[in-house]
């Protein structure tokens, strides 16, 4: 069943990376937008683009088969009922990196909270981000090997994944009790030679209430 998985993967991410292609900007970070216009950031060097459901048929039996696997709900769309965020395609040269952070939005502190002002309007800040709940868990496919570095490390779990085209990971950003999962800061190795592909498909918080239920234990 995994090898299939993993085939299936395998083909879909080859038509991922071509589309991907037409769309590909220069990647910005969400808190360190200012305004209405988003700085070129310095804590990651890769380019992004945005693949979302309805841009090919594809797109959705591959959530679905994120959704068989973890269990959790990862359906798209724009509002409280959001499950799964697009696809969020990145492609790294040489050199390019992702400094360790968390996946985030910390919908619940106010001072770190991404996306929301300055940068989007009210309404917007609403449906995007308090509506749907934080990224619970983030799966990240590889649809390429790296011929050097561009591990994801994760320092505070010690461990790191090489790049291994047709293969994913798999993580969750909170505990059950809502707190962020420090365990999950991570970031992307320098390319030493080659180049990486990865693609995350993030999964919200409130859809998954009832597949993945909170606690109110300090500890989990
Ligand atoms: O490129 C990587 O290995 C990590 C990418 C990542 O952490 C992200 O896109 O949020
Ligand atoms: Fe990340």
Known sequence: MFLDMVLYFWIRLRYMSISSLLRLKVSTIQYERLGENS???TLRVSHTAWLF???HPMLPRLAQRVAQITGLHVYES???TMAGEGLQVLNYGIGGFYMAHMDLLFR???VKMKHCWPVLT???CERFVFLPGDRIATWMFYMSDVTAG???SFPNAGVSAPAVRGSAV???NTKLNGQPNHQSLHGGCPVLMGEKWVANKWIRENANFLR?????????
Do not use: A, I, V
């Open 212 to 220: 993945r239920p909170c606690t109110t234990d300090n500890d989990q």
């Open 53 to 55: 459901n309805g841009s």
């Open 150 to 152: 561009g591990r994801t």
């Open 170 to 172: 798999f993580w969750y």
């Open 78 to 80: 724009f509002d409280d």
């Open 39 to 41: 700085r070129t950031s």
């Open 108 to 110: 619940n502190d106010p």
């Open 122 to 124: 009210n309404d917007t």
